[in-house]
């Protein structure tokens, strides 16, 4: 791969299969992005040539309008360069005689002007698909779908959990390493984090991404919807557009409990909602689990698994017998269903524990201490 030490024009790069592999179908098995890295010049030229290597998929081009200017630009300069010197045509037999530009020369600057034609004067959107998000992700993850008509809780590597909703899925990693955690959301799905201030979390849907650090909070986005939408029952959330839409003039909304956003896909637009009641169709939407208090008083632990049960729509099977005199004072509120479970255990005594079988959760004790 030392040769591409010497690559000093676009067409060296897109003649190269690896490079095509990396740009294309986020292979790297050669280094490109760090050996990229090394070199402001060459990661000038590195990404000419991504741009025009992207230009050749059209129909499925994440191209904005200033990406096609800017590659149309690099073209023509360097159209105008080899004008200016003598050896212009012999170069330009040699360029058109490799066997991959053959096609690219052919169609580039049309693909070229097509896109930007399409984006400036037909395209009122940029419609962002799931699959996309996932592509995006070079790490193995794992998906979840939810094709039952109940929701389904999913349980994360950091303890977080996830209320699934029908017709939805989730992808993740089996367990988050690096510095952030991410997940990719198509559908609704309601959202408790584990607090890590090291490690923020992000949730991409559609067109955006939401971050937090510990909170709890509702994202719907179905493909199929003009809209996304993002409600915070405890905590704080910011909302920005993903990286596939997001200009540099993008700003990020700040979301504070009880507040919301709506974001129209059509205009990539924000819409804040400072107070939810006043939504008719979010105030018709909130849930059992953005609603019931975790706030407990010296009440019975029957009734504290049943409010669990009423929120995640589970089913909680516990020795009513030997539970049936405990009274706890604890506060579950901004905490995953699995932390809240711990908690409840950890107050009833030192011999209760639980497990988790996807809906169904079994309480072990032998009492209260």
């Known amino acids: 791969m030392q040769k591409r030490n010497n690559y000093t024009e676009i067409e060296d790069f897109l003649s190269d299969e690896s490079f095509q592999s990396w740009i294309l179908f986020k292979i790297d098995e050669n280094g490109w992005e760090e050996w990229t890295l090394e070199n402001g010049q060459r990661a000038k030229l590195v990404e000419n040539a991504r741009l025009l290597l992207l ?6 081009s994440n191209l904005s309008s200033s990406d096609i200017h800017k590659a149309l630009h690099t073209t023509w300069i360097k159209i105008e360069e080899k004008e200016n010197q003598n050896h ?3 170069n330009s037999r040699r360029f058109f005689q ?6 690219i020369a052919a169609s ?5 002007i097509s896109v930007w034609f399409y984006k400036d004067h037909f395209a009122t959107d940029k419609v962002v698909t799931y699959k996309e998000l996932i592509d995006e992700n070079s790490e193995g993850l794992v998906e979840q779908t939810n094709n039952s008509n109940k929701s389904q809780i999913i349980t994360l590597s950091d303890g977080s959990s996830v209320l699934l909703q029908p017709n939805s899925k989730l ?3 089996k367990i988050f390493t690096g ?3 991410k997940v990719y959301l198509s559908g609704e799905g309601f959202f408790e984090i584990s607090k890590n201030p090291k490690k923020p979390f992000y949730v991409y849907a559609n067109e955006i991404v939401t971050k937090v650090v510990g909170t709890s909070f509702r994202v719907k986005a179905y ?3 003009p809209n996304v939408e993002v409600l915070v029952r405890t905590g704080k959330v910011k909302v920005k557009p993903n990286n596939l839409v997001a200009s540099k003039d993008d700003q990020e909304v700040v979301l504070l409990p009880n507040q919301a956003l709506r974001f129209w896909r059509k205009d990539l637009k924000f819409n804040k909602i400072t107070n939810i009641t006043e939504d008719e169709t979010l105030a018709h939407s909130v849930g059992n689990i953005e609603q019931l208090s975790f706030e407990f008083t010296d009440i019975p632990v029957s009734q504290i698994f049943e409010t669990i049960e009423q929120a995640y729509l589970v089913d909680i099977d516990y020795p009513k017998n030997k539970l049936k005199d405990c009274h706890l004072t604890t506060s579950l509120s901004d905490q995953p269903l699995t932390e809240k479970l711990k908690i409840v255990c950890k107050s009833i005594g030192t011999n209760t524990s639980f497990e988790m079988n996807g809906n169904q959760i079994i309480i072990n004790s032998d009492g209260c201490n």
């Not at 230009?55 to 499925?60: E, I, R, Y």
């Not at 490799?98 to 096609?103: L, S």
Request: glycine share 4%; net charge positive; proline share 10%.
């Open 55 to 60: 230009a050749m998929k059209v129909p499925d």
């Open 88 to 90: 212009f045509i012999r």
């Open 98 to 103: 490799r066997p991959f530009i053959t096609g």
């Open 108 to 112: 580039l600057l049309f693909c070229l």
């Open 171 to 173: 992808s993740y990693p």
């Open 179 to 181: 510095n952030e955690r």
């Open 223 to 225: 493909s199929d919807q």
